[in-house]
């Protein structure tokens, strides 16, 4: 895998140049913004890692340059800008990911991996939380080997709370993603379903914190 | 003392009317008094005019009939003069060496005359004091005639007249009084409202006061005071950029340092050089956090001024807030007591309130009492909502409770990352949203309750 990482402090680059050696990525480090074009036209690379404050020309010039010639090579943009504004504006420049500084190389190599497979076509990984398993393509869940047979709510519900798994999702958002289905929401609907959802995986499967929402394990 | 300028302006006014009241009643009594008097005066030259004209009548007749014989020209003239009765004239006549000829009935006894014209005598009549006017004429050299009056009721007619010229003024005092009012109060209208554009300003408002439509006089005031607003808000700007540019600024080595770290990490096997690197990197995630919330500060306090502020179900954000946090108390084993409660709708930017909920919460989580119940709630009234998150924790004195907004102050012996800014950052959001930041003990300062009271919107 050839990456051409643009970072613009030199020993920033220099640390991460070496850490992704370990991981097995070829690198170029380039410091300078105004190079980073035409090294994409000369060299052949799988991914850019790049960062917004480059001198010369900006990382955002550089992304609508590259997008309006059509590039379609993976992006990752590294920067120290945090709110959500800047993410959003850097996102909707072309960007396909956003990682601000500082941040943890393992969640970087993450984003990395993910980055890869998407640009690649091959499917998200497998949910997992205890002995459910969800396999996001195809929909297809198990339950301790066994495969389950959900309606397109209840796969909704399952989706939503399986890809936050460890982490509470709110009632709210769970309904939001029942919306789609264009049927009337009843104010208990959400809890229909989770109900039955317990029911094919057990009472402890789903995790209640009263008047704010639902988990599923993590892992 | 503060006076207010609309009552300066009233009382001044209307001191100054009395006092225009009471000049103008002594001026039409002392032009009154001069009327009379030049009246007063006519009226005994007129009378000794007539005593003359008549003896002269009577000599001529008596003198052209010889009828002389008995007759007495002036003591006819007189008697004419007697019957016509001229109202409150006194007529006292002498011949030329002072014999006293004639006196009418209660006529005080006038002193002999030596010159023709008017004097002012005073004659003291049953214990008091009365001023006459006096004129004598000799006629025809036979004999002094002098005419006087009292001229008490004279003087009373000129006070009469001045009082009875202020009555029309008297009947005119409410219109006067309305009159200094509503001209007043027209006049620091500008001056109103001034003040109550200043008054409803955003708290942290900077922007110039408007100058279009100002008084004069204030005008200085308004300018000078848009000066200093202007030099304040630029010395208020560089300070927000040099902060979040020197925070922008240590991100970039924070992240060099953090890397190198994490791969120094991976890349040994030697479990006391891991320990080393475990508490290097904790160390490095300090830093980082802290440079965060100063960043958040810094990003809150600079653009304050320019929130969108909009109605908010503030519940509605604690949810998503509480759904995105709760795993860090849940799997920390402890109970988060979320009662269900009808919307708390206040006026607030949604974005900069989520940041205020999420460093009560990250606070409480952190510093709860392990397997402890924390409460997250709102005591609802017709004005306020008061949204509370109250934790158990080691016992905090209240100096140290008072302490806690304080940037940069961490409890003693506090091991928890942190930067001491959560606090701070809340009181910012506070203060924009006009809302009241308290902290409490709960239960015994083994445990604080920190409430942000806001206006509720109805």
């Given amino acids: 895998m050839r990456v051409l990482l643009v970072e613009d402090d030199y020993q920033l680059g220099e640390s991460l140049k070496s850490a992704l ?27 850019m890692v790049l960062d917004l404050g480059l001198p010369n020309i900006s990382g955002d010039e550089i992304l609508k340059k590259l997008r309006s010639a059509d590039d379609p090579i993976p992006v990752l943009v590294l920067t120290a800008r945090n709110t959500t504004e800047d993410k959003i504006e850097s996102l909707d420049l072309g960007a396909d990911d956003y990682l601000t500084k500082p941040f943890d190389i393992d969640e970087l190599f993450a984003r990395l991996r993910s980055l890869l497979r998407r640009s690649s076509g091959r499917a998200r990984p497998v949910l997992i939380s205890g002995d459910v398993e969800l396999e996001p393509k195809d929909k297809v869940v198990t339950h301790a080997g066994k495969t389950v047979i959900l309606t397109a709510k209840e796969l909704s519900i399952l989706e ?43 009472r402890d499967f789903i995790e209640t914190l009263r008047s704010v929402g639902y988990r599923v394990k993590k892992g | 003392m503060r006076y207010s300028l609309k009552t300066r ?51 001529n007749f008596y003198s052209q009939f010889s009828v002389n014989e008995g007759y007495d020209p002036l003591t006819d003239s007189l008697a004419i003069t007697e019957s016509i009765g001229w109202d409150n004239v006194h007529v006292v006549v002498w011949d030329t060496k002072g014999q006293l000829i004639y006196r009418s009935s209660s006529a005080p006894g006038f002193d002999f005359p030596n010159v023709n014209g008017f004097v002012d005598d005073t004659y003291m009549k049953k214990g008091k004091e009365n001023r006459w006017r006096i004129y004598n004429e000799n006629i025809d050299s036979i004999f002094w005639v002098s005419v006087g009056m009292n001229t008490k009721h004279a003087r009373q007619n000129a006070i009469d007249f001045g009082l009875k010229a202020l009555y029309p003024m008297i009947l005119i005092i409410p219109f006067t009084i309305f009159g200094v009012y509503f001209g007043s109060k027209k006049g620091l209208s500008a001056i109103n409202k001034i003040t109550a554009e200043v008054a409803n300003r955003q708290p942290n408002s900077l922007v110039p006061i408007s100058e279009q439509n100002i008084p004069e006089e204030i005008f200085p005031l308004v300018n000078s005071l848009n000066g200093l607003l202007i030099r304040l808000k630029n010395a208020i700007d560089n300070e927000h950029r040099f ?52 960043l958040t500060l ?14 908010v179900d503030l519940r ?57 119940q924390i409460e997250v709630s709102a005591n609802i009234s017709d004005q306020h909502i008061e949204f509370y998150v109250a934790n158990d924790s080691k016992f905090i004195t209240e100096q140290e409770r008072e302490k806690m907004i304080d940037s940069f102050y961490r409890l003693p012996g506090n091991e928890m990352p942190g930067a001491g ?3 701070s950052i809340v009181q910012r959001i506070v203060t924009v949203h006009q809302a009241k930041l308290d902290i409490d003990s709960w239960k015994n300062d083994h445990g604080v309750k920190v409430t942000v009271t806001f206006s509720r919107v109805s």
């Fill in chain 1, 21 to 47: 050696s370990i991981e097995n990525y070829a690198v170029d480090l380039e410091t300078d913004g105004a190079k980073v074009i035409p090294m994409l036209k000369a060299g052949e690379y799988d991914m």
């Fill in chain 1, 160 to 202: 939503a709370l399986m890809s936050r798994a460890g982490r509470f999702v709110s009632k709210s958002r769970l309904e939001e993603g029942m919306y789609a289905w264009g049927d009337e929401i009843e104010s208990n609907t959400v809890e229909v379903y989770i109900s039955r959802l317990r029911k094919y995986f057990g």
């Fill in chain 2, 9 to 59: 302006m009233i009382f001044f006014g209307l001191m100054l009317h009395g006092a225009i009241w009471l000049l103008a009643a002594s001026a039409s009594s002392y032009t009154a008094a001069n009327v009379i008097f030049e009246t007063l005066d006519n009226d005994l030259k007129e009378q000794a005019q007539f005593i003359r004209f008549s003896s002269r009548l009577f000599q």
């Fill in chain 2, 243 to 294: 902060t979040a540019n020197a925070a922008h600024e240590l991100q970039t080595p924070l992240a060099a340092i953090k890397t190198e770290l994490q791969l120094c990490q991976r890349s040994s096997d030697n479990p006391e050089v891991i320990d080393v690197l475990d508490r290097m990197a904790s160390r490095v995630d300090r830093a980082v956090y802290t440079v965060q919330q100063v």
């Fill in chain 2, 298 to 311: 810094a990003r809150i306090e600079s653009q304050d001024s320019q929130l969108k502020m909009g109605t």
């Fill in chain 2, 316 to 372: 509605s954000v604690v949810i998503e807030d509480l759904a995105d946090l709760a795993h860090l108390a849940v799997d920390r084993g402890l109970a988060i007591d979320f009662p269900e409660s009808e919307p708390w709708q206040i006026k607030g930017n949604k974005e900069v309130l989520s940041i205020l909920i999420r460093n009560l919460l990250t606070n409480a989580f952190r510093y709860a009492t392990s397997g402890s």
């Fill in chain 2, 421 to 423: 800014l959560g606090l």
